[in-house]
């Protein structure tokens, strides 16, 4: 996991198929967490998200996970996901996201491109 420097992670642009974080910039898929990044975050199918796409990841302390689907919304939420999350098309899950004023329990998995 790639270190943030602290909770307050901004995302500064996203365009598809790249996104700049505290002035890095990513081309991949990846997973924001309070304490650093997943990266690459790389899914059984690319463009379905199922449990064991993101249950090694998560621990009690997160509360919330952000999914952002893609530019386009292709990515797609396995109906038998059992936990409670947040979805939209990636530039409005960003938006969201950089709206919220404590991140601490939040995890923000990114669909980059479709």
């Not at 199922?50 to 090694?56: L, N, P, Q, T, Y």
């Not at 919330?64 to 990515?75: C, K, Q």
């Not at 059992?82 to 998995?109: H, S």
Request: glycine residues 8%; negative net charge; aromatic residues 14%.
């Amino acid at each position: 996991m790639e270190s943030t420097e602290d909770n307050r992670t901004k995302i500064d642009f996203y365009k598809f198929g790249k996104i700049s974080i505290n002035g890095k910039v990513f081309t991949k898929d990846l997973i924001i967490f309070p304490d650093g990044i997943i990266f690459p975050w790389i899914r059984k199918t690319g463009h379905l998200l199922v449990a064991d796409d993101i249950s090694e990841y998560l621990d009690n302390r997160i509360k919330t996970l952000i999914i952002g689907t893609g530019y386009y919304g292709f990515m797609r939420i396995d109906e038998s996901l059992k936990i409670d999350f947040v979805y939209r098309k990636t530039q409005e899950a960003v938006t969201f996201y950089n709206d919220l004023e404590n991140k601490e329990n939040i995890a923000f998995g990114m669909h980059l491109t479709c």
